[in-house]
């Protein structure tokens, strides 16, 4: 160990280098057995500067072995069960494995008797790690040496689960021949095999011969050597078009109403109905006879390949500005083909605008395939992409865009896609939304044109939706998306690697922060110095291993801030910037921009704008920061607003705007409206005024109107008023509400300060709480930890005198330190509260309580929850507990809180807190309390239930017990919204049966729980 770590401090001063590797590859498809059977042999080049005793080797479809693999945990992780629950004659492998290095047999050593791998990887990934093995060589392999490996490899290819996988007669054959693992100048780069999370490879070259039915259509990375093939496809193509145009112009209801539903990829999809497709596109079986495909590219870093006898062909070409001429190809099924009948444009407007923009693409053919993906819309390979089944032309478009854009970053420029997943992803979906048109700002660049099509507004085009604002109302920030990301405080830092992701940043951060910081950078510093920075890097870089700071060398070569463009991808730090005024005259100002912190954004210009009163943006402007500018506005400016697309996304945003007219000018000024959820505005205070109307027993019909600011996505302040008035009780009644929240680094999430008051049903209530989310862990079981303060004044009303009973002579009714943890997966949801109160009149109080959802099969997920409780004696009536439930705080949403009504239905209804048992009587009461509920789906009707509810009375010494029937039971995983249940037996009633059928009617209960904060909003 002390050799491998001296060797890792070496690393970080070894010159550019990389290494090359030639492969020859043999391969037969059997899909009767659904395996590959193969030979590889390698010739692998030591082009660094060190002594290489052995190999890391991926054994990629290892992944796919069992439920204990590095892939199954992240499945699991990301909650997605399938593979969990998948046959063993569904999953894959890879054995027969032979190696031999110059000859001579060489055993393979588990992943963990390696060297260190290179920095930001996690060392426990490879203790689940079956598909990464360690190859020590016989001899040290020397700087400038070259060895030969050699073996057999058999693999069983698996169901679709992720990307390598069959279904039925298609087979996407990716990730699947044994290969070694990157070593650059920063080390070992050994990658369990994931399915959030892609790949690095050494560069090389590829012989590729490939075996497969006769009957078998096969699109593949490098050029296709057989002449036979060339015209066989041809054929195809010719079936392809003439089938398409006896296809009318646009579906008939007639065609419509006959649609047919299939099973591709796991999913249903519509198609025409299987007699009018050409016998070849109804094709399930494979032919007897054989055929062999020749394959060849050199200058890749991976070869994939994908086959189905049912492919349509259709394919052009297009000419590069440098001369070189690209086939352009899409295969994909006849029930897709309206919309793949363009995709070879496609294909072609990608290649033509990224050429320019970016540099030449140098291969010979672009192709979209059709596939079984079960790893998102497409993913990309070398000179060749697989896309989902779709049959959406727009959706289409942009996945092909996508994908085929991949052929630059990361195909191209081949960097590190687990290390630093944006530098391929989110630099991508620039691309792709440049190439699609979308942009994440202010749309209106030309503001007659936008008056044209929407006078009196101002175009707000949101990723590609663009959103009429009426005049004097513009939301001024960018895609909504990220605005809800942010708000959520979610933002993980763009420096991490792809597994420690949650779902939700991987596809906010990644792809869409990225896209949008890199397109306001490029907007601001000017799109032709952007692309020309770009095309330097590209020359720089290709067929190389570009890492992070390598790009932001090349922008910095051109003369542009990416030093500072790189240290804001990579943070999560916020920004604030601040914009002091001092008016000199008429529409001249001079304007102050400052930032804090000042560490990070130093060096790239912000941009602003300034818009009359109609919301018309009047002109643009890029300032430097820390720098004083004297500005002239054009006439009719009325708002003047700093960073207005929030590409850089800031929180405090009131100092970024001011006004030219009226007092106060560098407030907010208030906006209403009658929408239900707003997006924040800057410079604008949103009020919203909604009807509201609601019911329960003591207080009747009662109607109001809600006035709110904020609820979603979340703010820093928020506040609701909700007076309302009782029809019955011809009495005001009603609730009220602040929030105010921090959002600070790691390790907390969220801060909320939390005050409420709400005054219905003869209840007055009111809380003050403290409350701290902290982050979890996503690359492991994580558990999401919360800790909170929370106090309640309690007060309850004679309903004919009008006046209130103060519990505690109005001080504190009850005040309380609680902490949860919650860990959520595909299988399993477990969640565990511990809550110790009192009541400042020497009435000590403790709870605890867990939950358990386990999910034992695919539809089968019983739910298990215990809790204890204990309170000293002489405690008041609202602090004891009851076995059938219990909500002293007004925390529920109960119809009849003193279920003192005459109507059943509204009497019956318990809340799912201290002993929940589904029993109509509430007079078991006691100081000490142990329960337990479980509930069981019925096999085969998995919304009936058979609930089990125990219990224990320690002081008592007494036990109940009871057996019910959920009807039906509507939970999200183990939080519990909605059931209704009817006992059977147990201590409900006399004897432990029921008398009558009639009895187990009268005895029915149920729950209603709202899982949002909207409880002190609503008339209960």
């Not at 490939?210 to 990375?221: C, F």
Request: charge should be positive; charged fraction near 20%; glycine fraction near 8%.
């Amino acid at each position: 160990m002390a050799f491998w770590a001296t060797w890792g401090l070496l690393w970080a001063q070894v010159p550019y280098f990389q290494q090359r590797v030639e492969y020859r590859i043999q391969v037969r498809l059997e899909p009767q057995t659904h395996t590959l059977h193969g030979y590889l042999r390698l010739r692998y080049t030591n082009n660094s500067p060190d002594v290489l005793p052995g190999l890391y080797f991926h054994l990629w479809p290892n992944a796919y072995q069992n439920r204990r693999t590095a892939f199954a945990r992240q499945e699991r992780i990301t909650g997605n069960s399938r593979f969990y629950f998948a046959k063993a004659s569904e999953r894959g492998r890879i054995d027969s494995l032979d190696f031999r290095v110059n000859g001579q047999p060489v055993k393979p050593l588990p992943a963990t008797q390696g060297p260190p791998p290179a920095s930001g990887y996690s060392r426990e990934l490879l203790k689940h790690a079956p598909d990464v093995v360690w190859l020590p060589l016989p001899a040290p392999l020397q700087p400038g040496q070259t060895v030969e490996i050699e073996t057999p490899f058999r693999v069983q290819v698996p169901l679709t689960f992720s990307r390598l996988g069959h279904q039925g007669p298609s087979y996407q054959i990716s990730q699947w021949y044994p290969k070694p693992a990157v070593y650059d100048r920063k080390g070992w780069h050994p990658l369990p095999y994931l399915d959030q999370g892609e790949f690095y490879s050494e560069w090389g070259r590829y012989e590729v011969e490939i075996s497969v039915p006769e009957n078998y259509i096969v699109g593949a990375t490098g050029r296709l050597l057989d002449q036979a093939e060339h015209a066989r496809l041809r054929q195809r193509e010719a079936e392809t078009r003439a089938w398409l145009a006896t296809l009318p112009q646009e579906p008939s209801p007639a065609s419509l109403s006959s649609r047919v539903r299939v099973q591709i990829s796991g999913r249903d999809t519509s198609f025409f109905p299987s007699t009018s497709l050409p016998a070849w596109a109804r094709s399930q079986k494979p032919a007897s006879t054989y055929k062999t495909l020749h394959f060849e590219q050199d200058s890749v870093h991976d070869f994939a390949w994908f086959a189905d006898p049912r492919y349509g062909v259709l394919s052009d070409t297009t000419t590069l500005y440098n001369g070189h001429r690209v086939a352009c190809v899409a295969l994909f099924y006849l029930k897709d083909a309206r919309a793949w009948q363009h995709a070879p444009q496609y294909i072609k407007y990608t290649l033509d605008s990224l050429s320019r923009a970016v540099g030449p693409y140098p291969y010979d053919h672009a192709t979209a395939v059709e596939g079984a993906l079960s790893a998102g819309g497409g993913m990309e390979y070398p000179m060749i992409t697989v896309i989902t089944p779709m049959s959406d032309t727009t959706s289409l478009k942009n996945v092909i865009i996508h994908e085929v854009g991949h052929n630059w970053f990361q195909g191209l420029l081949a960097s590190n896609e687990r290390l630093h997943p944006w530098q391929d992803e989110g630099l991508n979906s620039y691309y792709e939304n440049r190439l699609m048109g979308k942009s994440f700002g202010l749309a209106q660049e030309n503001a007659d044109s936008a008056q044209r099509k929407s006078p009196g507004r101002v175009i707000l085009d949101f990723g590609g939706v663009s959103l009429p604002v009426r005049a004097g109302k513009v939301a001024l920030i960018g895609n909504p998306l990220l605005a809800f990301y942010h708000h959520l405080n979610a933002d993980q830092p763009l420096a991490l690697s792809s597994e420690r992701y949650s779902l939700l940043s991987y596809a906010l951060g990644v792809y869409q922060r990225t896209a949008a910081v890199v397109g306001y950078f490029a907007s601001v510093v000017g799109q032709d110095r952007f692309d020309a920075a770009m095309q330097g890097y590209f020359r720089r870089w290709a067929f190389r291993h570009p890492y992070p700071e390598d790009w932001a060398a090349s922008l910095e070569a051109a003369h542009l801030p990416g030093q500072s463009l790189l240290r804001t991808l990579n943070s999560d730090q916020e920004p604030d910037f601040r914009l002091k005024v001092r008016h000199l005259n008429g529409l001249t100002y001079q304007v102050h921009l400052m930032e804090q912190p000042d560490s990070l954004w130093k060096g790239l210009p912000l941009s602003a704008i300034a818009i009359d009163r109609a919301g018309r943006v009047l002109q643009r402007y890029t300032l430097e920061l820390d720098s004083t500018h004297t500005l002239t506005l054009p006439e009719g400016t009325y708002l003047f607003v700093l960073n207005p697309e929030q590409a850089l996304f800031e929180r405090h945003v009131d100092n970024n705007f001011f006004y030219t007219r009226g007092l106060l000018r560098t407030w907010p000024r208030p906006f209403f409206h009658v929408a239900p959820l707003t997006l924040p505005q800057i410079g604008r205070l949103e009020v919203g005024l909604q009807p509201a109307a609601g019911y329960n027993y003591r207080d009747g019909l009662l109607v109001g109107l809600l006035i709110n600011h904020g609820l979603f996505p979340k703010r820093r302040v928020e506040f609701h008023l909700l007076p309302m008035y009782s029809l019955l009780r011809s009495d005001l009644r009603g609730s009220a509400g602040l929030t105010l929240r921090a959002f600070p680094s790691a390790p907390l999430q969220l801060i909320e300060t939390r005050l409420r008051t709400a005054q219905f049903a003869g209840f007055w209530r009111t809380k003050a709480a403290i409350e701290g989310t902290f982050r979890r862990r996503y690359e492991v079981f994580g558990w999401r930890h919360t800790v909170r303060l929370r106090g309640y004044f309690l007060a309850y009303q004679d309903l004919e005198r009008r006046a209130y009973r103060w519990e505690n002579s109005g001080r504190p009714a009850y005040l309380a330190a609680d902490w949860e943890a919650r860990r959520e997966e595909a299988i399993l949801t477990l969640y565990t509260s511990i809550s110790v109160g009192h009541d400042l009149q020497g009435h000590l109080r403790a709870e605890a309580e867990g939950r358990l959802s386990w999910k034992a099969a695919p539809k089968y997920r019983p739910w298990l929850r215990t809790y204890a409780g204990w309170v000293a004696a002489g405690a008041p009536a609202y602090l004891v507990f009851r076995a059938a439930g219990y909500d002293p705080f007004g925390e529920q949403v109960l119809i009849d809180r003193f279920r003192e009504g005459p109507t059943r239905l509204t009497r019956q209804q318990l809340p799912e807190t201290q002993g929940a048992w589904r029993t109509p009587t509430d007079t078991l009461q006691t100081r000490a309390l142990v329960a337990g509920n479980l509930e069981l789906p019925l096999p085969g009707l998995p919304q009936l239930v058979l609930r089990a509810d125990a219990g224990y009375l320690p002081l008592e010494k007494r036990t109940y017990w009871g057996l019910s029937l959920g009807l039906p039971v509507v939970r999200f995983r183990d939080r519990f919204l909605l059931g209704g249940y009817f006992p059977v037996l147990g201590d409900a009633f006399a004897g432990g049966k029921p008398s009558s059928f009639q009895a187990i009617l009268q005895s029915f209960t149920w729950h209603l729980n709202l899982p949002l904060d909207l409880r002190w909003g609503v008339p209960w």
